[in-house]
């Protein structure tokens, strides 16, 4: 079964606005990842949070944790086309199997 | 990090037909998991391709429909048989090692 849910389903913003997807989570967790997956291939890994962490900075990406709604977010900064993708969040259940939240398809219109 | 080369990239299939993808990791891995996501979907865990012995099956997932082998710990296949059009989905490999988790670029399976 799905750890995560994730909303909303699908979003499409212009190139250069921020975009913001959010995931929830049913069970504790250690850390939370997210990924990105281009037209259905494999996916790549964004970043990992740890369940003591508050929030993290990659680049142009933000994300925060609170444990206590069991919820995350993924912020991409001023947009590019090339963040066209769908983004996933993940858990671990049991000691190394992720479980996937249903995703974020994101289209950066030009 | 790891790098997975999967193949075949994507196949065009009969029903009743069987197909092997196979995953080839560049470095040593800890587990090897095989994944599902159907069209609009997220990803499904199958089954952990356990080095030298029988796949551990996510529940819904059998052995006589989706044979694992992973005879070392670089290299892995997943058997998709007997396949129907509900199959069509791409599949998914992953590795992981001390460097985190590492994904195959996916198999894109059509039945038809």
């Known amino acids: 079964s799905q750890q995560g849910e994730e909303d909303p389903q699908a979003l499409s913003i212009q190139e250069g606005e921020n975009a913001t997807m ?13 990924y990105r997956q281009n037209s259905g ?3 790549v890994h964004l970043i990992l949070i740890r369940s003591n962490e508050r929030e993290k900075h990659s680049g142009r990406l933000r994300v925060t944790l609170d444990t206590s709604k069991k919820s995350s977010s993924l912020l ?6 090339a963040d ?11 000691a190394q199997k992720l479980v996937f939240g249903q ?8 | 990090s790891a790098v997975i080369s999967q193949k075949p990239s994507r196949d065009i299939c009969q029903r009743g037909t069987s197909l092997t993808i196979q995953c080839q990791v560049d470095s040593q891995v800890t587990m090897m998991f095989w994944y599902r996501q159907q069209p609009g979907q ?9 080095q ?3 796949a551990t099956y996510e529940s819904g997932f059998v052995i006589d429909k989706f044979p694992i082998s992973r005879p070392n710990l670089t290299f892995s296949t997943l058997t998709v048989s007997n396949m129907s059009p509900e199959d069509s989905s791409i599949y ?21």
């Open chain 1, 22 to 34: 959010n995931c929830s989570y049913k069970t504790s967790i250690n850390n939370l990842q997210w």
């Open chain 1, 41 to 43: 291939r494999g996916l």
């Open chain 1, 76 to 81: 991409i900064t001023a947009s590019r086309a």
């Open chain 1, 84 to 94: 066209t993708a769908s983004y996933f969040c993940a858990t671990f259940q049991g």
């Open chain 1, 103 to 110: 995703g974020t398809r994101l289209t950066i219109n030009p």
């Open chain 2, 42 to 50: 997220s990803l499904t865990l199958i089954a952990t391709a356990n």
């Open chain 2, 52 to 54: 030298g012995s029988e």
């Open chain 2, 92 to 112: 998914l490999c992953s590795g992981t090692g001390n460097y985190g988790y590492t994904f195959g670029s996916g198999t894109r399976l059509t039945v038809v």
